[in-house]
């Protein structure tokens, strides 16, 4: 079972489970396109020429921009923030990833992107220089990363790709485990993984899932919006046209067809779904107002309780948003009712990559691989913090550590830089030792002082984290394992199916593989989406808002709410909601 994101392929193979018996489904494994080509590197890594090679995480490759292009010795850490041609380290960066897992050219990924000039009249007129200076750039970008013989998550992709497209042999040494692959939520994949799965595939029986409408996840600027990858990359496949909804009642697809009917690109794919169940109960549809958030959150908790009181469950229930701080009224006073909930990833997917953890892996990272750019800068980061440090963090320091022949040269250069000794004792002593239970130890005993500190209001969580890490830390024989297994771009918890009767708060993002009966939506009204910055940005990114909100809408099996407050708590441009003139016949009754 595969998903654009590793985490979203598990409620597709516990809907199996729940089918065909647990025990039918042994050997059925989960992965992301990203997932699987780490485990192909990790089980070949002498056939795809990765041996010793330094697995960048996303902050590592956008620091190691940062340092290939560094202008000047006095270059510290805001050095990213010089622009030219309207450009800084920052955006070639994220053009560069742009244009590998989009798999277009510069030229396209300046002119379709907010990082190019998609938006600015004025920047298109720069656009051959533009084109040169971001050459310039990625050229030494390309020098350092083939100095260090390391590789970004696309970058990782695409080595898998390139090897299995001139190896016939090897690709099918490393396909055969898989006859059957299914493939859900298409619409989110990007072309670099499309074309990963057409030379991974190519004996395999695949089968994609997918609905266009709800292609919001990946937006770049760069959209297929109005593309049809699956058929550029898979000419050959046979498409069957699902139109009829089984989930949604007659009052949410009518809801969700007339939106997408608005959308300005027109494709056979927006047509609007059917629903199933068209004589069966439909209930209306119903907005919320409230005079505040705090206001429109005691409204739900009410309408909650009733639904509740009446024989609903609270585990049919779902609480959606956009981003965290929309769900924190609702939270408290959920909280203040003790009413059950749970929180399903409100924000970004929780990795390692939380600032607490890594701080906390800081010197095991760099004791495994001394290449490590963000390892050395979340080093210092903290003990700057820790012993009081004026001195600002050298980026030219970190560019000569890394490019150290050995890890004890680069411990040597760090100690006599003098920028901390208890930092150069504690790497010191990290470098001695290579099992990973003491060097969460170690860690611990260092760190922990500054975490309580810095992290006094979510300390529970911290020490969660820590001791998820210190329970898996048993599973690996060397620190250099541990650190690629375990910490490196991984999750730090498997998703888990909860059987508990609570409410599920979650992000939109998030959301997308599930349904509930008692379905709620929070700051939807009908002024309020899309957003300013998406209004100010163009076609594409309000079609991107559009499609998320399409989302959310057909999430619901039964009844819809809708939330809305006044558009001064959100800065909106009243008239342009994509709700505004929804005629009463489609939609709602006012609360």
């Known amino acids: 079972v595969m998903s654009y994101d590793y985490k979203m392929g598990f409620p597709l193979l516990w809907k199996i489970q729940d089918l065909i018996g647990t025990e039918k489904c042994e050997g059925l494994t989960v992965h992301s396109v990203s997932t699987i080509c780490k485990d192909i590197l990790s089980l070949y890594p002498e056939e795809f020429g990765v041996q010793d090679c330094l697995e960048m995480d996303h902050d590592c490759y956008r620091l190691m921009y940062e340092l290939a292009c560094l202008p ?54 720069r656009l051959p220089e533009r084109i040169d200076y971001c050459e310039t750039q990625m050229f030494m970008y390309g020098q350092l990363k083939e100095r260090l013989n390391a590789l970004n998550p696309f970058d990782r992709i695409l080595r898998v790709v390139e090897c299995l497209e001139r190896n016939d042999s090897l690709r099918k040494k490393v396909s055969k485990s898989y006859d059957h692959i299914v493939c859900d939520n298409v619409e989110e994949m990007t072309a670099l993984e499309l074309r990963f799965l057409r030379a991974f595939a190519k004996d395999s029986t695949i089968v994609f899932s997918g609905d266009p409408r709800q292609a919001f996840k990946d937006y770049d600027g760069i959209s297929h919006f109005d593309r049809d990858l699956v058929r550029e990359y898979f000419p050959d496949i046979t498409l069957f046209r699902l139109n009829t909804n089984f989930r949604c009642p007659p009052s949410v697809c009518n809801l969700a067809g007339w939106l997408m009917e608005r959308s300005p690109f027109k494709t056979d794919y927006l047509v609007p779904a059917v629903p199933a169940n068209i004589d069966g109960n439909s209930p209306a549809i119903r907005m919320i107002y409230g005079n505040t958030k705090e206001e429109a959150s005691s409204q739900i908790v009410s309408l909650i309780k009733e639904y509740h009181d009446n024989g609903g469950s609270y585990s049919d229930i779902m609480i959606l948003g956009e981003s965290r701080w929309e769900m924190f009224d609702i939270q408290k006073n959920l909280s203040a009712e003790k009413i059950p909930h749970k929180c399903i990833d409100i924000s970004d997917p929780s990795r390692t990559g ?12 760099i004791a495994s691989n001394w290449r490590n750019a963000s390892a050395w800068w979340d080093l210092m980061s903290m003990y700057r913090y820790m012993d009081d440090l004026d001195t600002s963090i050298s980026l030219h320091l970190i560019r000569s550590l ?15 830089s003098n920028f901390s000794t208890k930092a150069a004792q504690f790497l010191k002593d990290m470098y001695a030792n290579d099992d990973p239970v003491i060097a969460i130890e170690m860690s611990k005993e260092t760190t922990l002082p500054y975490l309580k500190d810095s992290y006094e209001r979510s300390i529970k969580k911290v020490m969660h984290d820590i001791e998820i890490l210190e329970k ?20 730090i918890e498997e998703p888990t199916e909860i059987k508990k009767e609570a409410i599920t708060i979650s992000s939109i993002y998030r959301a997308k593989p599930e349904e509930a009966k008692f379905c709620i939506i929070m700051n939807a009204g009908n002024d309020i989406w899309p957003k300013r910055v998406n209004i100010s940005n163009g076609n594409y990114a309000m079609e991107q808002q559009r499609r998320q909100l399409y989302s959310a809408i057909t999430r619901s099996s039964e009844t819809l709410i809708l939330c809305k407050v006044p558009e001064r708590e959100f800065g909106v441009f009243v008239g342009y909601g994509f709700l505004k003139d929804v005629p009463q016949s489609v939609m709602v009754i006012e609360i």
């Open 402 to 416: 890394i490019c150290c022949d050995s890890r004890e040269a680069a411990i040597t250069l760090f100690a006599e």
């Open 72 to 125: 000047s010795k006095d270059a510290t850490s805001d050095n990213n923030q010089i622009s030219h041609h309207g450009l800084n380290n920052y955006s070639v960066a994220c053009l560069h990833n742009i244009m590998t897992k989009h798999q277009c050219s510069l030229e396209d990924a300046l002119i379709m992107t907010k990082e190019g000039c998609r938006w600015d009249e004025d920047a298109r007129t």
């Open 354 to 365: 939380s600032n607490h953890l890594k701080y906390f892996t800081s010197a095991m990272r």
């Open 472 to 491: 898996r830390a048993y599973m690996y024989d060397t620190l250099k394992e541990y650190v690629s297994g375990c910490i490196i771009q991984m999750d």
